[in-house]
């Protein structure tokens, strides 16, 4: 009888309290250095991309920059050079290879249908709009498939009655 007792007492009831708020304070703090340690290692591989991540100069911020364009962050428009399973390599402006990282959730259009990644060709015109991961890459959201550039050729046959500046004054 004395152990029923003692699991009734007072005192017992006080340790087990104490035990319970000791292992929810415990808990709550390994969550919080867990929260912590995922934030710093994040911040620290989007860091070794900051100047991916905030179009800054291609060679980085550490260079002189004067003059020099700065790179499209959250999209590009260029040609396909190389298609994967989930991403796409694509040529840009001055020639920069941007890696396009497509998900579930991106949309791809050829004009008004919906089509696929498998549909994507090399050489195939493209713009693309998504987001700056932190890897340096871009998570697509949209990507349309252009049409075909019409040669220079094809270009004046089709408006012969343009209008041309004389040069008679």
């Known amino acids: 009888m004395e152990l029923n007792n003692f699991f009734q007492s007072k005192g017992f009831k006080i340790a ?9 304070l415990f808990f709550v703090f390994s969550l919080g250095v867990y929260v912590g340690t995922e934030k710093a290692s ?3 591989r989007w860091a070794e991309q900051y100047h991916n991540n905030f179009a800054g ?15 499209e962050s959250n ?23 941007k890696i396009i990282s497509i998900t579930d959730k991106t949309t791809i ?11 994507l060709k090399v050489d195939d015109e493209v713009v693309i709009i998504g987001e700056a991961n932190d890897n340096g890459q ?14 220079t050729q094809t ?11 004389s040069k008679d004054i």
């Open 138 to 151: 871009i998570e697509a959201k949209l990507i349309r498939v252009m049409p075909p550039m019409p040669s």
């Open 75 to 97: 999209g590009v428009f260029g040609k396909i050079i190389k298609v994967d399973e989930n991403s796409i390599i694509v040529s840009g402006k001055n020639n920069i290879e």
């Open 42 to 44: 994040f911040s620290f």
């Open 155 to 165: 270009q004046a046959k089709d408006r012969p009655h343009q209008y041309t500046e």
């Open 109 to 119: 259009k050829k004009q008004s249908k919906d089509i696929t990644i498998s549909d």
């Open 57 to 71: 100069p291609s060679g980085g911020f550490f260079q002189k920059f004067e003059g020099q364009d700065f790179m």
């Open 16 to 24: 087990v309290l104490c035990v319970a708020i000791f292992v929810v």
